[in-house]
RNA sequence: GUGGUUGUAGCUCAGCUGGUUAGAGCGCUGGAUUGUGGUUCCAGAGGUCGCCGGUUCGAACCCGGUCUUCCACCCCA
């Protein structure tokens, strides 16, 4: 053998029976999107370099991929940056192109390329491979896909409140109960920071407190003062830390917390909105939860903040997320087009299922006849048969070559065939063919002329 | 980007303080069984010990580098 292949760090080979649920949960989140009224789009897997630098944070442009010019591409760079060899510097000017870091950004791209062709509000879904030059993790990889649904044209938070039935939707259909839909707003965030007196600190603020629950109070604390945040505006922040009980009781404490901030109170009126629209309209099988300490990609959100993490017990941080962003398309030049959506994580949700155990037997079958060939005249029979099989949508195969049938019937067995066909010399001269189910053993014969009767015990 | 971890047969893994020809289970191939798989029995094939270099009489084992795996941090889906 020559020097192993191999594929690069973070990304994966999909062999079909993965390939087989990973369709399943595609083809569910996507029936779920059209039942909303979402419609499809696709965009390009690289965009201009322009189009994704800077859109996400210093962070976010390190971790984008960038594509080499082609062709002679240091010609154009200058003596002075080249000598310098300074990364940073040189990049733009070799790299023109990149890989699609999200969804979202490109779809902002989208709207305002094709402004005049939409009909606003305009829903649409986007299945797509993303990549990011992430060092791989747990349910981290640097190519994935990203399943997302936004709504741009409509400020009205009945669109959040779908969004919310749609999250209960897919996850309800794939069989994950529970799972918990964490709920905040980055007006209420503002708010607070407003409050406490830390507005300039607001980011690292919300950093910070996003940790909570993992590193608890204390260390919260400590990271909050060495980012410069002042000492009496952590004291304040204090009933925060303490936020417990149902919706309605830390909802409570925000109003009071926040009474004197017109921004904080706005989303506490919004969150409120959506308890109570939700409240009447009901959730299938989620739970919806206040959660303060919530931030996620700070850089464009302006309302509501979504986060979806598996059911008690299962540890894969979030399984999907969104929220408002008020400006998405004001970097492309498009003002006051209100935008929100959300994001399903493929991968992750693959490997909830899959640790969960809920993937359905079924879609493990790719084949639910296989006729063995007992030789060149047998095997002609035996096609003819599975054509006619085929055509009747039963997924039907033919082993090509009249090997002993130890072999075939092995085969059968490895790729988990429930029924076999034999077509042999005895049964061609007497026009029949035998079944045998796998699982059992029995044996049963029609005639040729008569495959419906067997169609109908399928 | 920081710190740690991993790599031996197709797969899962043994392999002693450095010492002849690197092992097991599963899988694969053939046979017992020329028209019957999933059970059993017998036999066989299959390895540049991730890669490059160093130390040594001698390296799967020690050292350096590099790639890869997984994990934590950062950040994030």
């Known amino acids: 053998m020559a020097q ?67 062709g002679d591409f240091l010609a154009k760079v200058d003596q002075g940056t080249y000598a310098k060899k300074d990364a940073v510097a040189l ?47 747990k349910g981290r990889f640097r190519e994935f896909y990203q399943c997302d649904a936004d709504v741009v044209g409509s400020d009205s938070l009945l669109q959040e409140v779908e969004f919310i039935q749609l999250y209960d939707g897919v996850f309800t259909e794939l069989g994950l109960t529970n799972t918990i839909i964490k709920l905040n707003n980055r007006k209420i965030l503002a708010g607070i920071a407003e409050t406490i007196g830390a507005q300039e600190r607001l980011v690292d603020f919300t950093v910070a407190l996003d940790k909570l629950d993992k590193i608890g109070e204390e260390k919260v604390r400590e990271e909050m003062h060495s980012k410069g945040i002042p000492q009496e505006a952590i004291v304040k922040a204090a ?74 017990g299962v540890d894969m941080g979030s399984i999907g997320g969104g929220g408002r962003y008020d400006d998405l398309t004001g970097i492309f030049g498009l003002k006051d087009v209100s935008g929100v959506g959300i994001s399903f994580g493929l991968d992750r949700i693959y490997l909830v299922l899959e640790e969960l155990g809920l993937f359905p037997e079924a879609i493990a079958r790719s084949l639910d006849v296989l006729c063995l060939n007992f030789g060149p005249k047998e095997g002609m029979a035996a096609l003819t048969l599975a054509t006619s099989l085929r055509k009747q949508g039963i997924k039907a195969d033919l082993y090509p070559s009249d090997t002993k049938l130890s072999k075939q019937f092995k085969y059968a067995n490895n790729r988990n065939v429930p029924y076999v066909i034999l077509l042999g010399e005895e049964e061609l001269k007497n026009n029949s063919f035998i079944v045998k189910h796998m699982a059992t053993g029995n044996q049963v014969s029609y005639a040729l002329t008569d495959v419906a009767n067997f169609v109908a015990t399928l």
């Not at 791209?109 to 990549?131: A, S, T």
């Not at 009901?282 to 739970?287: E, F, K, V």
């Not at 850089?299 to 059911?311: L, R």
């Open 4 to 70: 192993k292949p191999s594929i690069p760090k973070g990304t994966r080979d999909f062999a079909p029976a993965e390939v087989a649920k990973r369709n399943y949960i595609i083809d569910l989140i996507k029936k779920q999107f059209q039942c909303f009224g979402f419609q499809p789009i696709e965009t390009p897997s690289f965009e201009n370099s322009d189009t994704l630098m800077g859109k996400y944070g210093e962070e976010g442009d390190r971790l984008i991929f960038k594509i080499l010019n082609s």
């Open 239 to 312: 009933p925060l830390f303490a936020l417990k009980g149902s919706n309605a009781e830390q909802l409570q404490v925000l109003a009071d917390f926040l009474t004197h901030s017109v921004m904080g109170t706005a989303g506490v009126g919004e969150l409120q909105f959506l308890l109570d629209a939700i409240a009447k309209l009901g959730l299938q099988s989620a739970q919806l939860r206040i959660d303060v300490t919530l931030a996620r990609g700070l850089n464009y959100y302006t309302g509501a903040i979504f986060e979806v993490t598996a059911p008690e």
């Open 91 to 137: 990049a733009p000017k070799i790299t023109e192109k990149a890989l699609r870091y999200d969804l979202t950004v490109p779809f902002a791209r989208y709207v305002v390329m094709h402004q005049n062709e939409l009909d606003f509000p305009f829903k649409r879904y986007q299945i797509q491979p993303v990549w990011r030059a992430d060092r791989p993790q």
